[in-house]
């Protein structure tokens, strides 16, 4: 079995991904990163990336290519402070799914070595 299928699938991820982004939406640091008026098409790629890379379908790839995350990010001055702020509204995410101790560790182990990889200004 997958983690993916071992957390929940779909439901865990939606759930997760929705409480990150209903925190991004009021957060003033994260929100101006964000070009959309509507948070939904970034929280389906979010989704669709997170899905996939736990093992479950690949419709991101198959939607989006390869994820680059560096270079979809590039774009935007991820700093320390972003970094702190989007981990914050994550782990509000991964409380609100109530993963098993070990389920919740694995996935913030990803995430925190992911969100330090991704920042790219110091400034």
């Known amino acids: 079995m997958s983690y993916y299928d071992e957390i929940g699938g779909e439901t865990t991820i939606r759930t997760i991904v929705g409480t ?7 957060d003033e640091v994260l929100r101006p990163l964000y070009p959309e008026e509507d948070l939904e098409p970034a929280a389906e790629r979010f989704t669709l990336f997170l899905m996939q ?3 479950g ?42 993963l098993t101790p070990e389920q919740d560790q694995q996935f913030w182990d990803y995430v925190t070595h992911a969100a330090q990889f991704m920042v790219n200004s110091f400034e």
């Open 53 to 55: 890379y736990w093992g």
């Open 57 to 98: 379908p690949t419709t991101y790839s198959e939607a989006r290519g390869h994820p680059r995350l560096r270079m979809r990010h590039a774009p935007f001055a991820v700093t320390p402070l972003t970094k702190e702020h989007w981990l914050k509204h994550f782990r509000a995410g991964l409380d609100a799914a109530q």
């Open 20 to 26: 990150f982004y209903a925190g991004v939406a009021e």
